[in-house]
């Protein structure tokens, strides 16, 4: 009796465990379909992925949905929180299993990524020419690939220089003079390493900031259409012989080749570089490091020849999975419109893409008692006018960049001259981009 | 009477069920993976051996192999042999043992994330390490150890090292607790020195746990990922790619998931050749 018993238990679990397996799909088809009737008649739920803003936009973010929701009875908003370094893999899984979210915040490079596989909504079909306008142009442009607009820009930063004045009036330098160009950065990484021992500048090579460094000193990266290298050209010579020189006669930290910005806002925060692009970090440099953020002072983005200044952008997206793209469409527009972007960008340093909230004398204005950070956020909002995205999205863009990564330090570490170096990457590009 | 036949193998079933979901069906799909095309969007798309054609005329391909192979001799003998040492020094019945045991035991049970980051202040331009060599006037300038094409992957395997002898210290310490005392007794007897004793007694009492060890260590090895990750990300120029990292870079950033699924098969094969060579050649010496 009892081994009955135990074997009836044991067919149980074992139909259990594949009912649960195969019941998954069940359930969720049944989702959808409830999904699907009720959106016509009651509600369409809206799954929305952001990344990394809990816990400390939770609330913002929960009031713009309320907001949304009250304005939108039948459309109700699902929100989920990814970590920044699982956003990528979670939002592949859910395209290929076929269960995208509706509306999700990526990066442009990762987002185009998704475009070249044709995965995302063409905003320039679902958005209206009047509400194209409410964005500041160069973001709007920043997310084309080819002929399509794959995603609404939401927030945007420029370069901003944070110089520690401390170092400089050690070195004899005036901190009201800080390095503008290339060619100064050089020279007063030059002073400093004499006078202090420290590093002056520290280049992050980490992202597409290599070939960002390019545009600026002058080089084309391809040809107009996009089939062949063209940065072989005295002015991308510039660009590798430049960081060579800086590498080699020690002028930058020996960690500028591991290409990893937390190593450059580690020295920073130590007090052991003088001046670096981070921006992005200043809030961070307050928590860690009081000290040295008192003595920061931010300044326009280093820029060469060209005087070019980079702009990066947030994007909205919505896969072309989606059931309810009017919907998605509609809560991306809520989300990115002037209103809400300005209190969003009221909460940590960072500009808004709409135009109307760029107006707004919290981006022009620095009051008496204004704190570096206040000062980042101006000078950031007032360069964005010349900014724009210097590294449009590519196709195997991944590709592309490391090929340039890989040659740049092989120019720095001496194994190629940065002819030779320049040489390999352009022959590395034309074969990527005949792909 | 007759179901009793049944009954081990439906206590069989779950375990198989688990593991063929989880283990062999992703594996299989692996293999056939190898032969698509295969982006995660678009449909799979069958496209012969292109994927392993096109890898083994890959240079990076055959970096990345070299590099493992480097990885594999580098840290494998180390993580064989030290650890008996340690197990042996620990297996003394001595006051607060317990401590010790522990402490060796700590680098195991850390995040590697958070061991990867202390280990790369340790191997900055300006951190401990370079510091102390300094101090002791070893070196006139500070080696950039994680950024320097000749230093990389042996400052990453310090770390694999550092991390797995814990681990086989524990496997040897249970093994040293099996052997018997009275050998060791009937040695001193005989009048072995302490040198005799470990030579005659504890080394061959121990080969299966030796053997135990140079496989499990071999295929750690072979997949190492998580410290290159976070300490070099496989720079500079590659110099500390394995071949694990090379698959998750094509997966992953680059999407080509047949590609890697390919590359992945070859890593297959060459952990199951390398765990048969270590199973014929260590077991042949246990018999003899």
């Known amino acids: ?112 990524k998704l475009a070249e596989l044709d995965a995302l909504v063409n905003m320039e079909e679902a958005v209206s020419d009047e509400d194209k306008k409410k964005y500041v142009k160069g973001a709007w442009e920043a997310n084309r690939l080819k002929d399509v607009t794959f995603a609404i820009p939401w927030y945007l930063s420029t370069e901003v220089t944070l110089n520690n004045t401390k170092i400089y009036e050690e070195a004899g330098l005036d901190p009201e003079k800080p390095a503008k160009t290339y060619e100064e950065a050089k020279e007063y990484s030059k002073v400093i390493k004499e006078k202090t021992g420290k590093y002056g500048y520290f280049p992050s090579l980490d992202l597409s900031l290599v070939l960002q460094h390019m545009v600026v000193m002058g080089a084309e990266l391809t040809n107009e259409d996009g089939t062949k290298a063209a940065f072989n050209t005295p002015e991308g010579l510039k660009a590798f012989e430049y960081f060579t020189e800086l590498y080699q006669e020690d002028l930058i930290p020996k960690e500028a080749l591991s290409g990893d910005q937390r190593n450059t806002i580690d020295m920073y925060q130590a007090g052991q570089v003088a001046f670096f692009a981070g921006s992005h970090f200043i809030s961070q440099i307050k928590e860690n490091a009081p000290e040295i953020y008192e003595n920061t002072k931010p300044s326009e983005a280093i820029t060469g020849d060209t005087g070019k200044k980079t702009m990066s952008v947030q994007n909205i997206v919505v896969p072309k999975q989606t059931e309810n793209e009017e919907a998605a469409v509609k809560f991306a527009l ?65 590709e592309l960049k490391e090929a340039m990564f890989d040659a740049i330090s092989e120019a720095m570490l001496g194994e190629a001259t940065p002819q030779e170096a320049l040489d390999k990457a352009e022959k590395a590009w034309n074969d990527i981009l005949a792909k | 009477m007759r179901t009793n036949k049944l009954t081990p193998y439906l206590f069989l079933l779950p375990g198989c069920v688990i593991l063929g979901a989880f283990i062999f069906y992703p594996m299989l799909q692996a293999i056939w993976l190898s032969f698509t095309n295969y982006n995660m969007v678009s449909e799979p798309d069958f496209i012969k051996f292109d994927n392993y054609e096109n890898l083994f005329q890959d240079e990076l391909f055959w970096k990345t192999l070299k590099n493992t192979f480097i990885y594999l001799i580098g840290v494998v003998p180390a993580l064989v042999i030290v650890p008996i040492f340690l197990a042996v020094l620990v297996n003394q019945k001595l006051k607060g043992i317990g401590f010790f045991r522990s402490a060796y035991y700590i680098p195991v049970v850390t995040s590697l994330v958070v061991a990867g980051i202390a280990w790369d202040w340790v191997y900055k331009e300006n951190g401990l390490l370079n510091y102390v060599l300094d101090l002791l006037g070893i070196i006139a300038e500070p080696i950039p150890w994680l950024t320097s094409t000749d230093t990389a992957i042996f400052a990453v395997m310090v770390v694999t090292v550092w991390k797995g002898l814990g681990y086989y210290m524990i496997i040897y310490l249970a093994g040293l607790q099996s052997i018997p005392t009275s050998l060791y007794e009937a040695a001193q007897i005989d009048g072995a020195n302490w040198w005799q004793q470990h030579t005659r007694i504890t080394i061959p009492m121990l080969m299966p746990f030796v053997l135990i060890v140079t496989i499990m260590s071999s295929i750690a090895a072979m997949k190492v990922f998580e410290e290159i990750y976070i300490m070099t990300g496989g720079g500079p120029l590659h110099s500390s790619e394995t071949l694990v990292f090379y698959i998750y870079k094509e997966a992953f950033d680059r999407l080509n998931m047949g590609y890697a699924s390919a590359a992945g098969v070859v890593l297959f094969i060459l952990t199951l050749i390398f765990s048969l060579i270590n199973l014929k050649v260590m077991g042949k010496d246990k018999t003899a």
Do not use: H
């Not at chain 1, 929100?79 to 995208?100: H, M, Q, R, Y």
């Not at chain 1, 969003?344 to 950070?373: Q, R, W």
């Open chain 1, 334 to 398: 809520f989300l990115t419109n002037a209103e809400n972007q300005l209190a969003f960008t009221k909460l940590t340093p960072i500009l808004p893409s709409a135009v109307e909230a760029l107006e707004d004398p919290y981006f022009t204005e620095a009051g008496e008692d204004a704190e570096p950070t206040d000062l980042v956020r101006i000078t950031a909002a007032g360069q964005l006018d010349e900014a724009e995205l210097l590294v449009p999205p590519m196709e195997n863009y991944d």
């Open chain 1, 1 to 112: 009796m009892k081994k009955k018993n135990l074997l009836l238990a044991m067919i149980l679990v074992i139909a259990m465990v594949f009912v649960s397996a195969c019941g998954n799909d069940d359930a969720k088809k049944d989702s959808k379909d409830n999904k699907d009737s009720e959106g016509k008649t009651e509600q369409t739920t809206i799954e929305f992925w952001t990344m990394q803003l809990k816990p400390t936009f939770t609330e913002y973010i929960e009031g713009v949905i309320a907001d949304f929701e009250k304005e939108n009875p039948d459309i109700k908003i699902d929100w989920l929180d990814v970590p920044a370094a699982d956003l990528d893999k979670k939002i592949l899984t859910a395209v290929s299993s076929n269960t995208a979210p509706d509306v999700v915040n990526l990066n442009p490079t990762f987002a185009s």
